[in-house]
């Protein structure tokens, strides 16, 4: 289960920057830092997008990040990432920037090793004189075994192949 901080670090992280862009489009970096304690950036991200979306590159990752990650990314550049994954971010990301405004998703991913991933981002674009900067971030998730059901005939007629017959039958 997620640590509770990190459930509630995109809404923390949100009311951080509602306060902070007092009533501007969107508050600059440093505004939304005073905001926010310490817990909060270690449940945090940053992605520079000032060179266009082919460079966005992650520019800072929080510890708690880091180590459930075992990464921290930093300098990781969104297009070296596995097609799939940089297309899914980027389009989130191009939102983000093009929009002004907060951008949340939030999907359940089943993966090979019998397990969903259910994961929440939220970015929230940071700036100057109203040209998108930065996007901070956060994202929690929820890595669980997915509950197979038994697989059996529908009918007492059926007939399975003696090698796809459910033990004991």
Known sequence: MA????RRAGRRLFACWL???GGRRFPSLNQVSRKADKDLWDQSFIIDVQKGPGAYTISRVG?????KFRDDFV???LDSL????ADDISDICLAAVASGKPVARGEDLAHLF???VSYRLVLLPVGEAEVVEQLVGTIGFLDRPIDFPTL??????AKLPPSRLPPGT
Do not use: Q, V
Request: aromatic share 0%; glycine share 10%; no cysteine.
């Open 3 to 6: 640590h509770p901080s990190e």
């Open 19 to 21: 306060e902070a862009s």
């Open 63 to 67: 510890g708690a990040l880091s180590a």
């Open 75 to 77: 300098g990781l550049k």
């Open 82 to 85: 596995p097609r799939s994954i």
């Open 114 to 116: 019998g397990h969903t």
């Open 152 to 157: 059996a005939p529908t009918n007492a007629n």
